[in-house]
């Protein structure tokens, strides 16, 4: 009963903060960033303690795949939320809650079950909070990237009015970008060591794939925020290769798992 109630009321208010925030930005009128940040502060909170529903199962905890996109849906959720006063974020919201929206009807929805017991591995624990943290802060990373490029791309071609546009400043997102990437990118290498610290399989067969695409991901970063400081990248290079780290490590985190749970189950 409780995880019908707390899913409903995560829709509900993700829906409400959706419904609001875009009619703020196809209106070009100024958005009440208190009052998204109420509703959708509601939002997260239900949306948590569905999550803690249907994760804490009678033998184990349940970490389907559709259940760790709603953890990473969250996870951004609340990150932005936060962040909502003090970065330039208004235009990525829309996408935002409605990913929030769409995993916890997901979960609702299409139950889903893969169980596994932290409690007798808590190393493993730790390892996967920081692996969803740092895909989580890499995705917004990613976001951001888009939100640059359509900055960029409107203002080569004139078509962005600077004072009328929701759009925030190509500087201010482009600095925001290479933090959020070193980031993400700084928790991706925690990630990575307590991987090959605490896990004897991370070269298994099974899992091979995995640690190739996420180093392949972390060299990607690396080398990204390496060339920033030593000269600077262009923008579009730097969104290319902002995305190309995210779409590896969506690869690493949920290619195998989307086949084996959803396509073959």
């Known amino acids: 009963m409780w995880t019908d109630i707390s899913s409903l009321g995560a829709i509900i208010f993700y829906s409400i903060s959706l419904a609001l925030v875009i009619k703020s930005l196809f209106t070009h009128v100024s958005i009440n960033e208190k009052i998204i940040f109420g509703l959708a502060s509601i939002g997260i909170g239900f949306h948590t303690i569905a999550l803690a529903n249907i994760i804490l199962a009678i033998d184990g905890q349940n970490m389907s795949i559709l259940i760790v996109a709603s953890i990473v849906s969250w996870l951004i959720a609340a990150i932005l939320t936060i962040a909502l006063p003090k970065f330039a974020i208004i235009t990525l919201l829309p996408v935002v809650y409605g990913f929030s929206l769409l995993t916890v009807l997901g979960v609702w929805l299409v139950p889903s079950s893969y169980i596994t017991h932290f409690e007798a591995n808590p190393e493993v624990l730790i390892h996967i909070c920081l692996a969803l943290s740092s895909y989580s802060t890499l995705m917004i990373a ?124």
Not at 161 to 186: C, D, I
């Open 142 to 265: 990613a976001f951001y990237a888009i939100q640059l490029n359509i900055i960029n791309n409107r203002l080569k071609s004139k078509k962005l009015n600077l004072t009328a546009s929701p759009l925030p400043p190509l500087l201010t997102v482009e600095k925001q970008l290479f933090q959020l990437v070193l980031a993400g990118a700084l928790l991706l290498t925690l990630s990575l060591m307590t991987g090959f610290f605490f896990l004897e399989d991370m070269l298994a067969q099974g899992k091979l794939h995995k640690t190739i695409l996420s180093l392949a991901a972390w060299c990607v970063y690396s080398w990204l925020l390496w060339q920033h400081q030593q000269q600077g990248v262009p923008i579009k290079t730097a969104v290319k290769i902002t995305i190309i780290g995210a779409a590896l490590l969506t690869l690493a985190y949920f290619g195998s798992r989307l086949v084996t749970e959803l396509v073959i189950s």
